[in-house]
């Protein structure tokens, strides 16, 4: 059962507090978003780490993913995951800077199910490799398109997209 | 006939269900129908096939009539709605939204609309905020007797009649978007601020007169199946989604509010003038099915009464901003903002980034539909094949969505 929404009854204060005493050290730049979200960064390398104790948090769990989107802000690119809590119904947004070098960040999907699929995407459109996830494949695109095309340095030929 | 249609070796979906199978059967977990001589066979089913309402694709390992595996496979309408967003202004970018989840169109549009408004801190006219959800009720009741029509016509022959009647219904909410926005389905309607026309003349009264024959549609389609005992034998106690499944994969919805989650998001996360009205979340119990059909149901009555109050409630004054440039050129502030909203499928939320030029810099839809899809391996496994299509009938897909 997951719990009744709102049960908690917490402020987005509180929540942003309560994060901030539990996770202090990892949760970086930490402000609320009015009415209803935390907004914050996380090192990459703690992402995954992060995510297993927000999910586990007592009375704050973090229990769905609502999606997970990639930005590339063209000297590097950034994961975004935005979290929902039932019982605070409250939302908590995490920005992870990725190097363009080397775009790899850990796959929360074995946290959260639903970013399963919202990873694929992150890879099939700007070419973020998410480590460990089970099944990353292209999901929009098709399966010999070459190139990842809402990179900002994406130019588009006949060549990247063979079947047509 | 082979050189006309050359066979090609597997794409990568067919060839992961073909190496599940041989891992299943390396593993000692063969076919439970091996001694009858049958082996897992692997079923492409879709992207052109009538039960999945679209171009999606699954491709389902069967042992006997058994689901022992779902692939879904996307992408077949990906039209590139991201990418388009970075190269169009933020104005001329409204039509596209109603593509997305295009039998919602009026809810998608009004969900970018937000986002930007509340990047660029624009707030609507107070008689728009009434029409804007006059317009999202109405194109929930229509999408919902698609939802439900469709649904109960993949089940059986019984349910034939069902989906003339809801569509023939539907036709006429259509009628009323027509004369308010001049389409049927692809609106351009929702302006920074507003909307883009007032309301024609005797539009409230044609629309009151509509939304009090609501409830007799909704008693008319329960009236059709509701008793049927082949409907119920269908529907009762299949595809059963707990709550547990819900957080996990971030199901929302009716889909949510069938397994008795109370996820509302005009509810638990209030916009627009959604406060001030009196409706009431519709709840299921078991997370079946059945559930999942009537909570949409009960939702087509609820909505009519929304609307109502809006029209009721309407006040006058002007539907968009008064300074005519305003709306039209827009450079939001930099930074990044979503907003979400529900859809009749689910939280529908625009994510957008602006660097503060006339262009969105980055646009990421996250779409009810692409979401609920993924619990299908779930749902489906275990289930015969029958039942298999009256669960995803239930889950309401809209590919234009999933697809974007």
Redesign the interface.
Known sequence: ??P???SAGLSIDDVAARLGAELGADLTDAHVQE???VVAAVERTRLHDVAVRLRALDGLAY?????V?A??HRDHFET?Y?L?S?AS?TYL?LHVEVPRAKPVVDTVSDV???A??HEREAWD?MGIRFEGHP?L???????DWVGH??RKDYVDSIENHPHV | MSDAFPTTAPDEAMALALRRIAESEAAGRGSEMAGLGFNQVVVNMGPQHPSTHGVLRLVVTLDGELVRDVIPVIGYLHRGKEKLAEKRTYFQYIPIPDRTEYVAGMNCEWGYVRTVEKLAGIQPTRRSEFIRVVMAELNRIASHQVGVGTFVADLAPLGTALVFYAFRHREKILDLFESASGARMMFNYFRFGGVRYDLPDGWVEQCRELMTQVPAWCDEYESLVNDNAVFLQRCIGKGVMTQEDVGDYAITGPNARASGVAHDLRRTRPYSVYPELDFKVCLGEHGDVYDRYQVRVDEIRESARIVLQCLDMLPSGPVQLGTLRAPYVITPPPGACYTAQENPRGEYGTYIESDGSRYPYRLKYRDPCFVNLQIFPKLLRGNKIADAVAISGSMDLVLGGIDR
């Open positions: 059962m997951l009744a929404i709102g009415p209803d979200t229990e769905s993913c609502n999606f989107a930005v590339d975004v935005h929902y039932f119904n947004e959260w199910p639903a399963d699929w459109m099944d494949r292209r999901i929009l695109l098709s399966d095309p809402l």
